[in-house]
């Protein structure tokens, strides 16, 4: 009896923490859809990823690809960087103060860059230049990926989250409020836009065949949204592919046909659990961040065509995977990838891709 006299203080200490400790998210309640895992059967398609550029630096987070094929990508400590199309020739462009993320190219030379930190940056030879910070008065805490249009001076971008940054990620995940936005900058106005408010963790961004829509990822929705920019819709925004295995990074349109998506990482049955329960998600991220449902170490890339029918699946989860995947652009018959966290830029022949039959 005085054992147990001795551990109600502190038990009682405990629970009133789990219960009641102020936390910095509000989670909504949301009921994901059921995971479509027999659509998605493991395979090893991408055991052979090769590795370019290795040790170089962390985190080639996004890739960019020149006509020449000459790769382009910014690492964790600021810097952007170039490479041959074989991870060769090392080239320093800038050291932009923040983190890195997606990159395209300006309309008039130069590279453009979402950095998470500093916001819509142009490097080019005269050094970095912010081109926007914020837009509607509300300033972007998390700008997350890039791509340009092709007929115009127009890029567009993501702002993941007006509530938190890139070290707080899972907080916006916990919380799964619609914080993202999906904006345009002009080159010839200098003008930011906003495209689409509401977003759920708004990503990747690529641009679609003609410029007639761009596409955004919503990481924790698990979708990926359309906005139209050309005929009658224009304006106005669908989803795309929606109830996906995984969450979402970062996307690209090849040219030929196929958007490619990088999953950064499977979904969890746990967290899938915990999203229409708000209460039990303020409980489990009051706990220690070990506790916290941890992503997988997944390599996974998907490839849909144009009308949001998958064409390719591909995985690996062995050792030595190259896993996260967050970026994924082609460039004649290879495949490059980025991470966020690796130490080398990913390559793969695309004949090394196995086609699914489309119904």
Known sequence: MRLLGYLIGPLALVAAYLLFWPVPIDPAAWTPPPMPSDRHPYNEALKGIERLAEGVGRGPEGIAIDDAGRLYTGYDDGRVMSF????????????????????????HGGLVVADAVQ???????????????????????????????????????????????????????FEHRPNGRLLEYDFDTGQTRVLLSGLYFANGVAVGPEDAYVLVSETTEYRIRRYWLKGEKAGTSDVFVDNLPGFPDNLSYDGEGR???????PRQSLLDALLPRPYLRKLVFRLPEFLHPAPVHHAWVLGFDLDGRLVADLQYRGDGAYAPITSVERAGEMLYMGSLTAAAIGRLPLAAVPQRATP
């Open 84 to 107: 041959d199309r074989d991870g060769g020739d090392p080239r320093l462009l800038a050291d932009t103060g923040g983190r890195p993320l997606g990159l395209s190219f300006a309309p």
């Open 119 to 173: 916001g819509l940056l142009l490097v080019d030879d005269s050094g970095v230049k912010t081109l926007s910070r914020e837009a509607d008065g509300l300033a972007f805490k998390f700008v997350d990926d890039v791509d340009r249009a092709h007929f115009d001076a127009r890029v567009f971008f993501s702002d993941a989250s007006s509530r938190f940054g890139i070290h707080e990620v899972m907080s916006d995940a």
């Open 259 to 265: 958007i490619w998506v990088a999953l950064y990482a």
